[in-house]
Nanobody, 121 residues
Framework: QVQLVESGGGLVQAGGSLRLSCAAS????????MGWFRQTPGKERDFVAA????????NYADSLKGRFTISRDNAKNTVYLQMNNLKPGDTAVYYC??????????????WGQGTQVTVSS
């Protein structure tokens, strides 16, 4: 079993930055791709970014390219999401996930509990 624990969420003003972290335990971290998704009340959980097992390949939701950066440190069993120039529309609960790399939720087997990000205008 794999456990994923997100941290780093909080309240930030528009234009600010946050870095989310997701610490993994259980199975070998480097054996699976990682992704970030986000969800607002009443809406679907949307893809944000994904990174390959080695970290040498990434992909992003088109609307977030240039502002968000996903990275991972396999030695620390941690994946990160650096979020810059945040906008009120980025307000959501952010989830990390582990599994097969892609943009679709069903490709990911393991999920964290989520961390709230709130961007004020």
């Amino acid at each position: 079993q794999v456990q994923l624990v997100e941290s780093g969420g909080g309240l930030v003003q528009a234009g600010g930055s946050l870095r989310l972290s997701c610490a993994a335990s259980g199975r070998t971290f480097s054996s699976y791709a990682m992704g970030w998704f986000r969800q607002t009340p009443g809406k679907e959980r949307d893809f944000v970014a994904a990174i390959s097992r080695s970290g040498d390949s990434t992909n992003y939701a088109d609307s977030l390219k240039g502002r968000f950066t996903i990275s991972r440190d396999n030695a620390k069993n941690t994946v990160y999401l650096q979020m810059n120039n945040l906008k009120p529309g980025d307000t959501a609960v952010y989830y990390c996930a582990g599994g097969s790399r892609g943009t679709i939720r069903s490709l990911y087997e393991y999920w964290g509990q989520g961390t709230q990000v709130t961007v004020s205008s």
